[in-house]
């Protein structure tokens, strides 16, 4: 079973430039949660969807957005780029259905590592 | 109070040793607990995941949960050289968004 992918796997910008990052989820799986991992600062969530709804948002400002396609993939855009958003962003899936703790079960991608100069 | 805590570290064990980990919650309603693993410059690898009280095995690792303390726990026993990474622990309130710790880095000595 394929898990989830996410492309590119590096991005370099400017800043003031937007960037686009795309996820799959694993095959069966409605959820997608996207997370930023910045240097020194630990995994801190974005957003999550599903049935292409956006469902919660963390703590992060409008200029990161994004959507969920009928095939459940996903996009991540981050709008008017600064130096701070530098830092690997992660995509997960999960099926929210199945035996307690299996539903929240998320799995990772591999990340893209975006560079902002 | 930072949502979740974990023991800082980093933490360097002997092979074949016990490793022992530790994560706080702050949130008492908290529903489900992860253990993950994250080699450097690796995406996050889930190891298990516990949410009744009590112990739960699989192979040579040990998840604990102790709701009353709000405290979870994870050893890894007969520790290898390819434990060595960090190790994250996550928490759902039950809103579907993980809050993760900092992170334990553990080294396991050969």
């Known amino acids: 079973e394929a898990g989830v992918t996410q492309s590119p796997t590096h991005l370099i910008k400017t800043r003031g430039q937007q960037a686009t990052l795309r996820c799959s989820p694993i095959?069966?799986?409605?959820?997608v949660y996207w997370y930023q991992q910045a240097l020194g600062l630990g995994l801190q969530f974005l957003l999550w969807?599903?049935?292409?709804?956006?469902?919660n948002r963390g703590n992060f400002p409008p200029r990161f957005s994004g959507r969920q396609f009928p095939n459940y993939s996903s996009e991540l855009n981050v709008n008017a780029l600064e130096l701070e958003d530098s830092a690997l962003y992660l995509c997960?899936?999960?099926?929210?259905?199945?035996?307690?703790?299996?539903?929240?079960?998320?799995?990772f991608g591999p990340g893209t590592r975006l560079l902002v100069l | 109070q930072k949502e979740v805590e974990q023991n800082s570290g980093p933490l360097s064990v002997p092979e074949g040793a016990i490793a022992s980990l530790n994560c706080t919650y702050s949130?008492?309603?908290?529903?489900?607990f992860f253990w993950y693993r994250q080699y450097s410059g690796k995406s996050p690898e889930l190891i298990m995941f516990?949410?009744?009280?009590g112990d739960k095995e699989d192979g040579r690792f040990t998840a604990q949960l102790n709701k009353a303390s709000q405290y979870v726990s994870l050893l890894i026993r007969d520790s290898q050289p390819s434990d060595s990474a960090t190790y994250l622990c996550?928490?759902?309130?039950?809103?579907?968004?993980?809050?993760f710790g900092a992170g334990t880095t553990v080294t396991v000595r050969a």
């Open positions: 949130d008492r309603g908290s529903q489900s």
């Open positions: 969807y599903d049935e292409g709804e956006e469902r």
């Open positions: 095959s069966g799986h409605t959820s």
């Open positions: 996550a928490v759902n309130k039950g809103d579907y968004k993980l809050s």
């Open positions: 997960a899936s999960s099926s929210l259905e199945g035996l307690a703790g299996e539903l929240e079960t998320q799995y």
């Open positions: 516990i949410y009744s009280n």
